[in-house]
T-cell receptor
Framework: AQSVAQPEDQVNVAEGNPLTVKCTYS??????LFWYVQYPNRGLQFLLK??????LVKGSYGFEAEFNKSQTSFHLKKPSALVSDSALYFC????????????FGTGTLLAVQP | DAGVIQSPRHEVTEMGQEVTLRCKPI?????LFWYRQTMMRGLELLIY????????DSGMPEDRFSAKMPNASFSTLKIQPSEPRDSAVYFC?????????????FGDGTRLSIL
C-alpha cells in the first residue's frame, strides 16, 4: 500500500540551529508530496508542495523541503529554528489514480528550545 | 480573506444525542473534506465532496455518521446517535480542485466530547 512515513515522533532543536523533520514515501509513479503544520488548537496549514521540477521546494515561514527520488525522501528543513516553529508537522501525498485523497503521515512534534 | 469556517468550536453532549457539525468552505473552492483527528488514530479522512457530490465516503466509520453538502457554501457532518468513542477533533477542509497539486485549506476544527 502507498504511504508516507515520519520516523520520528518528536524532534528537539535549539533556537537558531538548523532543523530537519524527516519523511519517506512509498508511492508509485510521480508522487505529489506536501508538508503541513498544525499549531495547538488550530487546523492544519499548508507549508509547501512538490509536484515536479526543481527538487528543492521553498515554502512558507522560511521552510524548504528536498525531494530525493533515490532515497524516496522528502525532508522538511529550515536553516535557523525559531521557538515559534514549535508545532506538529505532517507529511502527506496525494493518492492519485482513482483516488483524490490526501494521505497524511503520523506527524512529528517539533520542539524548539530557547 | 475568510478561511474555512467551522461551528461550533467546542461541543459537549451526552451519549445518544444527535450532533451536527457545520462547515463553510472558502468561496470558489469546489472540493470539501471532513477529517477526524484523535491521538490514537491520527488524522483520518471521513468523506469528501467534489462540486457538492460525495465522491468517497469509505472513511465514514459507520451508519451513525452522515454528511451532506446541499450547496457550494455549506456542509454538515451528523452523528446520530453519538457515542463516547466519537470524541475527537473534527476538521473540515476545502480546496480549489479535486486532487493533484491543489492544497487543502483547513478550518480550526470542532472539538467534540461525548460523555
Amino acid at each position: 500500500a502507498q504511504s508516507v512515513a515520519q520516523p520520528e515522533d518528536q524532534v528537539n532543536v535549539a533556537e537558531g540551529n538548523p532543523l530537519t523533520v524527516k519523511c519517506t514515501y512509498s508511492v508509485s509513479g510521480n508522487p505529489y508530496l506536501f508538508w503541513y503544520v498544525q499549531y495547538p488548537n488550530r487546523g492544519l496549514q499548508f507549508l509547501l508542495k512538490y509536484i515536479t521540477g526543481d527538487n528543492l521546494v521553498k515554502g512558507s515561514y522560511g521552510f524548504e523541503a528536498e525531494f530525493n527520488k533515490s532515497q524516496t525522501s522528502f525532508h522538511l528543513k529550515k536553516p535557523s529554528a525559531l521557538v515559534s516553529d514549535s508545532a506538529l508537522y505532517f507529511c502527506a501525498f496525494y493518492g492519485g489514480g482513482a483516488t483524490n485523497k490526501l494521505i497524511f503521515g503520523t506527524g512529528t512534534l517539533l520542539a524548539v528550545q530557547p | 480573506d475568510a478561511g474555512v469556517i467551522q461551528s461550533p468550536r467546542h461541543e459537549v453532549t451526552e451519549m445518544g444525542q444527535e450532533v451536527t457539525l457545520r462547515c463553510k468552505p472558502i468561496s470558489g473552492h469546489n472540493s470539501l473534506f471532513w477529517y477526524r483527528q484523535t491521538m490514537m488514530r491520527g488524522l483520518e479522512l471521513l468523506i469528501y465532496f467534489n462540486n457538492n457530490v460525495p465522491i468517497d465516503d469509505s472513511g465514514m466509520p459507520e451508519d451513525r455518521f452522515s454528511a451532506k453538502m446541499p450547496n457550494a457554501s455549506f456542509s454538515t457532518l451528523k452523528i446520530q446517535p453519538s457515542e463516547p468513542r466519537d470524541s475527537a477533533v473534527y476538521f473540515c477542509a476545502s480546496s480549489l480542485g479535486a486532487g493533484g497539486g491543489w492544497p487543502q485549506h483547513f478550518g480550526d476544527g470542532t472539538r467534540l466530547s461525548i460523555l
